[in-house]
């Protein structure tokens, strides 16, 4: 979610003004000037990103007034007054009232670029937080699978596509990336959302257990069998079989499993009995079933027999831009399970969510939010916001700098000469960056299609 914050300068002097500007614009802000109350309040929005300066003497409707009004339409806008000697009282009064800052004349330009940039900054977290609950909102649909990155795009687009192709699915992705997630929507956006979606841990289970778990077994097919137990399978006929950790499964019930693929019919422990099954199986695993290295026990005929449609969940650290969202979300469910109200995005903790490599994925992510929603978060993200015990300042500027252009590309949709313009750098600097970062400029272009 991008943030370009403007500043709202409001001042009847036109000298004034204009030498305000001047100084704004070389520090690196975008101003718009106003010569009045008046016109500034036409212009200004609940929902406008950036900071009001305003001087207090003007004519008609004084700088007093207009942050009374601007703060009863949006109570979260900082307004910085600017105020002379003999108005200082008045400006401390209304600094108690919620306005964000005031400036006695004369001022050196430093001292008005600082409290801007601390404005600028509280209020891009307000804009932030605002911009999140709204997505939130608009994305009840996705909500198993949240994410506004073109990855994410692409991939619930890809699940809806096969959802419906009834063929068997292999799920790849690390622990806590959502495989159970991604199998359930593919079987409620499917025609077999009628019949059951049965889900089975293959590395939950003991040897011993797992084929009667799958395949189902007759009243006395072995010792403790008592009464009959339909299987997985079969009880998943007509709907879906999620099968999770699949690369645990044994290689006897592998085998057992080929054969219910190739024939789809099943032949319950204890009988000789072939029943038919209406069978859609997807399954996961947090290794590359491809790779023989990481396959190990698992048969490759078995691995091809699944391999019809692959579906890969990407791990949190290559979607970053989607944590604040999907934070949010954990953030407000925690809340309204613990009956607390959701504390609002601060800076240490917005660092924490971009800073930490999340080796969990959304399952870890999703602990941390229950930790914040019960007020347990808060040192955990103080620390991250000190330098000391984080990364050093040329890694902050670093991780900061890639943001940015990722921020650029997004809202640009990957144009290049559009994203260039927009973070005022040379072509070459731009490809130099996006290699050292790691940043793929073509998954920014593929959203636009999308």
């Given at each position: ?58 004519p ?37 009232e ?23 900054e ?51 992705g690390e ?49 403790g ?16 079989l ?31 009995e ?93 602990h ?6 019960l007020?347990?978060?808060e ?72």
């Open positions: 979610m991008e943030f370009q914050p403007s500043i709202a300068f409001v001042d009847d002097d036109d000298d004034l003004r204009n030498a305000n500007r001047q100084t704004l614009e070389l520090a690196g802000f975008t101003v718009m000037p106003f010569a009045d109350a008046m016109s500034a309040m036409r212009f200004l929005t609940p929902d406008f990103a950036g900071v009001v300066v305003t001087d207090v003497r003007m008609h409707i004084d700088g007093l007034e207009l942050f009374r009004r601007l703060r009863a339409m949006d109570p979260d806008l900082p307004v910085i007054l600017i105020t002379g000697h003999g108005d200082i009282d008045m400006a401390v009064e209304a600094m108690q919620g306005a964000y800052d005031f400036i006695a004349k004369p001022y050196p330009a430093d001292r008005l670029v600082q409290s801007i940039m601390r404005a600028v509280k209020r891009r977290l307000v804009v932030e937080n605002r911009q999140l609950r709204l997505a939130l909102e608009s994305s009840d649909e996705n909500l198993p699978l949240l994410g506004q990155t073109p990855v994410m795009q692409n991939l619930r687009k890809t699940l809806r596509h096969v959802a419906n192709a009834d063929v068997d699915v292999l799920i790849a622990t806590g990336t959502g495989k159970e997630v991604a199998a359930g929507l593919l079987h409620e956006w499917s025609r077999r959302r009628p019949g059951n979606f049965v889900a089975l841990n293959c590395g939950a289970l003991p040897e011993t257990v797992i084929e009667s778990e799958l395949f189902g077994h007759e009243a006395g097919a072995f010792t069998a008592q009464k009959k137990r339909v299987g997985r399978i079969e009880h998943s006929s007509g709907g879906t999620f099968l999770d950790e699949i690369e645990s499964m044994p290689l006897s019930t592998q085998v057992k499993l080929l054969r219910v693929l190739e024939t789809r019919e099943i032949t319950p422990l204890g009988t000789n072939h029943r038919p099954v209406d069978l859609r199986i997807v399954a996961a695993a947090k290794v590359d079933l491809g790779s023989p290295e990481q396959r190990a026990n698992f048969r490759e005929d078995l691995f091809y027999r699944l391999n019809v449609v692959t579906v890969s969940i990407p791990p949190l650290r290559e979607r970053r831009e989607d944590i604040p969202l999907l934070f949010t979300h954990f953030l407000q469910r925690a809340a309204m399970r613990f009956k607390t109200e959701p504390p609002e995005m601060t800076a240490a903790l917005r660092s924490r969510l971009f800073e930490h490599d999340w080796p969990g994925n959304v399952r870890e992510l999703s941390f939010a229950e930790r914040v929603a007020g347990l978060g040192m955990e993200s103080a620390k991250v916001s000190q330098p000391t015990n984080t990364a050093s300042l040329p890694e902050a500027m670093e991780q900061h700098e890639a943001r940015l252009i990722r921020d650029a590309l997004t809202a640009n949709h990957g144009d290049v000469r559009s994203t260039i313009e927009a973070l005022g750098i040379p072509r070459k600097t731009f490809y130099d960056k996006l290699q050292r970062h790691g940043i793929d400029r073509a998954e920014y272009a593929r959203s636009k299609l999308g």
